[in-house]
């Protein structure tokens, strides 16, 4: 069956980016055209997620971590500093955090899976949420 769903041009900000589900996503969404934009702590693991993207890919790789306001505010305006805008964010990054019984699991613990798992995910949108809903224009047109 043909990829019908190309992303020629569109910027792809994609948040997890070294692990396994974060390397295919940015795999896959290079492969369908898009620029992408690879966030992760692990700067090591990241370059090596993002090296065998094709050229066309564009690939920035931002080392950051998604529980820190000002980092993804800088990831955010890295982003738009260099594509001059953002058209996707797959806020990928998790973490499962210890695997034993309630009883036994620390506070400190759960509250590191809901910093990295919710608050993450609600930083990333709260800063590229603006950028995405931005009116632009293209070719004299309105974005779609």
Do not use: C, W
Not at 17 to 40: P, S
Not at 93 to 117: C, M, Q, T
């Amino acid at each position: 069956m043909p990829d019908r769903i190309r992303l020629d041009g569109r910027v792809a900000v994609v948040t997890g980016a070294a692990g396994v589900i974060g390397t295919a996503t940015i795999r896959l969404l290079a492969e369908r055209g898009a620029r992408i934009v690879a966030i992760d702590r692990k700067e090591q693991d990241l370059a090596a997620a993002i090296k065998d993207l094709p050229a066309s890919a564009e690939a920035l790789a931002i080392a950051a971590d998604v529980t820190r306001e000002e980092e993804v505010a800088e990831y955010v305006r890295a982003s738009v500093d260099r594509f001059g805008t953002i058209d996707a964010l797959y806020n990928n990054a998790g973490i499962e955090g210890d695997i034993k019984p309630i009883p036994e699991y620390s506070l400190e613990s759960f509250r590191r899976v809901l910093d990295v798992n919710v608050v993450g995910v609600f930083l990333g949108m709260k800063h590229v949420l603006p950028v995405m809903l931005k009116p632009r224009r293209l070719s004299g047109q309105e974005a779609a």
